[in-house]
Antibody, heavy 118, light 106 residues
Framework: EAQLVESGGGVVRPGGSLRLSCAAS????????MSWVRQVPGKGLEWVAG????????GYVESVKGRFTISRDNAEKSLHLQMNSLKAEDTALYYC???????????WGQGALVTVSS | IQMTQSPSSLSASPGDRVTITCRSS??????LNWYLQRPGRAPSLLIY???NTQSGVSPRFRGSGSGTDFTLTISGLQIEDFGTYYC?????????FGLGTRVETK
């Protein structure tokens, strides 16, 4: 059974940085496009970034371009999201998701909470 | 592409037939997916490519539509079906979600 486990969430001041990680198991990670989707508690869902199977193609929502970087390590079966210049509006639960912008989000982790506050 | 769901919420009883609609701001052919988020849980995929039921999902969930208008129908609502339903387009640009339809107990 596919499993995705996020780590690295926490509280950070505006302008700070944080790196989220996701450990994948139960499916062929190296063949799978992956994404990060976030959700402000009590609100809707927003796709943040996606990466294809080999890391050769990446995409971002406009609001995080130039600040966030998605990456992957297929040998370690891990997905990462480097978040710099964080803003209060980046506060959300960040889900690691199997799937990319061109298909569907098949499996979801339980999420990592990021709080940007002074 | 903007996704509009209706209603934003509804009350229903176990056994009811429930219909949720989703409209896109431009044609997305059949690139439309549906998710259910139970309270306190991550979303889970129900329907992909407008009409295909995800493996392991009950056949009481049925998706239909193409172009700009889509429908999710739940036949015989079960207790575990209460939560918030989201549609999502995967046709072009960044994937976008509807604001959700909250299905509550009547």
């Amino acid at each position: 059974e596919a499993q995705l486990v996020e780590s690295g969430g926490g509280v950070v001041r505006p302008g700070g940085s944080l790196r989220l990680s996701c450990a994948a198991s139960g499916f062929i990670f190296g063949d799978s496009g992956m994404s990060w989707v976030r959700q402000v508690p009590g609100k809707g869902l927003e796709w943040v970034a996606g990466i294809n199977w080999n890391g050769g193609s990446k995409g971002y929502v406009e609001s995080v371009k130039g600040r966030f970087t998605i990456s992957r390590d297929n040998a370690e079966k891990s997905l990462h999201l480097q978040m710099n210049s964080l803003k209060a509006e980046d506060t959300a639960l960040y889900y690691c998701v199997k799937g990319t912008s061109s298909n569907w989000f098949e499996h979801w982790g339980q999420g990592a909470l990021v709080t940007v506050s002074s | 592409i903007q996704m509009t769901q209706s209603p934003s919420s509804l009350s229903a009883s176990p056994g009811d037939r429930v219909t949720i609609t989703c409209r896109s701001s431009q044609t997305i052919e059949k690139s439309l997916n549906w998710y259910l988020q139970r309270p306190g849980r991550a979303p889970s995929l129900l329907i992909y490519a407008a009409t295909n039921t995800q493996s392991g999902v009950s056949p009481r969930f049925r998706g239909s539509g193409s172009g700009t208008d889509f429908t999710l129908t739940i036949s015989g609502l079960q207790i575990e079906d209460f939560g918030t339903y989201y549609c999502q387009q995967a046709y072009s640009g960044p994937p976008t979600f509807g604001l959700g339809t909250r299905v509550e107990t009547k």
